[in-house]
């Protein structure tokens, strides 16, 4: 072999032995395409979970302006220092209003817009929205289980007789409390729709609802709950912060945070919000919950069982299901909830004396699911669309 033939050969050797720093050179030469994305995805994720601890600035209205398609009719109604009635109305006729009541339970009630939206396909409105507690100041007194459930009282009567009723998650006793008040008062609805509470909590075995069993109400006010600090106008409130429901729900649920969060990264990094980009501003959108009505709910939820046992009471009035006699029944679970054990919120069909029930189980669904989602349009929105025509 001639010499040229050995340094050729020596020469690609070197070559190919030194490709990936040509090639990582190549790359960092071109920071338009590559480093620059990924440095600007990584600058907006890290604000975004930084501004994770921060009250939301957009409300219920907001959210779902961005959501709907077509006209749109929306009012906001003060109920108290504590809640926001929203009604929204979309061209049409106008049947017997739906009152939806969302959780007070550390996430935003915006974040059911997906929910707000098919609901209003087929009827008006009532929308509650649970103010973010460290923006209450703390003059305004306190926000108890007995509070809530009087508010909701208050938006069935105004609703009249022949409304459907909604609760999602944490609000199913507030929602039937209500409307069982509100029927007493005339104000009777047609339809009770149940999705993923904890209505019976007595029924099957939940991890979680073992845990909160076990907490007396000292022992819940020292470990879940702490004092606004003096930037919000709230400061010096007892609350439940949100911040605890998110930590508590990414333990719960590891693996769909770590989804979320890389899903967003990727989505930033292509410049091409998505899905993952709705999912992780969800999770996100948190608020402050008052500490009374934290608490009164694990007390008369969990410990003492007292909406199916008949022994709830609301300043003083005993909440009497037998005021709901006839009313239609949609109950919903999800068969992977991480915060409702199974037959939790179907007991209702054993305890409300409706005049006909309905119970839709999902596979595989998850808490989120049943509000938001693709497993929401798909398995749960066509049955409820079902029971609203019918309705």
Request: with cysteine.
């Amino acid at each position: 072999m001639g010499k040229c033939a050995v340094l050729y050969e020596c020469y690609e050797w070197q070559r190919q032995a030194l490709q990936p720093v040509f090639d990582l050179s190549a790359w960092m030469m071109q920071p338009a395409e590559t480093i620059v994305p990924i440095q600007r995805a990584l600058q907006e994720l890290g604000l975004r979970l930084a501004r994770s601890g921060e009250p939301v600035e957009a409300d219920l209205g907001d959210f779902v302006r961005l959501d709907v398609r077509g006209p749109l009719d929306v009012q906001a109604h003060a109920e108290g220092p504590f809640a926001t009635c929203w009604r929204f109305r979309s061209s049409g006729g106008a049947p017997a209003p739906v009152v939806f009541v969302p959780p007070c339970s550390g996430y935003v009630a915006g974040i059911t817009s997906p929910l707000i939206v098919r609901l209003v396909s087929h009827r008006p409105v009532l929308a509650l929205d649970w103010t973010d507690a460290r923006q209450v100041p703390k003059g305004e007194g306190s926000f108890h289980l007995a509070d809530q459930i009087a508010v909701v009282e208050a938006v069935v009567r105004r609703a009249g007789p022949g409304a459907v009723v909604l609760g999602l998650s944490q609000s199913v006793t507030a929602a039937v409390a209500g409307a069982a008040l509100a029927a007493r008062a005339g104000a009777k609805p047609a339809a009770l729709v149940l999705l993923a509470g904890p209505f019976d909590t007595s029924v099957g075995v939940h991890p979680l609802s073992s845990l909160l069993r076990l907490h007396r109400r000292t022992s819940l006010e020292n470990q879940f709950t702490s004092i606004v600090p003096h930037r919000f106008p709230g400061a010096g409130r007892r609350v439940y912060p949100g911040l605890l429901q998110l930590w508590a729900y990414t333990l719960a649920n590891p693996s769909l945070y770590v989804e979320s969060t890389f899903g967003l990264f990727n989505e930033l990094a292509a410049g091409e919000p998505g899905l993952r980009e709705r999912e992780h501003r969800d999770l996100h959108s948190l608020a402050d919950v008052p500490a009374e009505i934290f608490i009164d709910t694990i007390e008369a939820v969990y410990r003492q069982n007292a909406l199916a046992t008949g022994r709830l009471q609301a300043n003083g009035r005993r909440i009497d299901l037998e005021a709901l006699a006839g009313v239609q029944l949609l109950t919903v679970e999800m068969t992977a909830d991480e915060l409702v054990g199974r037959g939790h919120t179907h007991a209702a069909v054993d305890h409300v004396p409706h005049g006909g029930a309905r119970r839709l189980t999902v596979e595989g669904g998850q808490h989120h699911e049943v509000f938001t989602g693709e497993r929401f349009f798909s398995a749960v929105a066509p049955h409820l669309d079902d029971f609203l025509e019918a309705a």
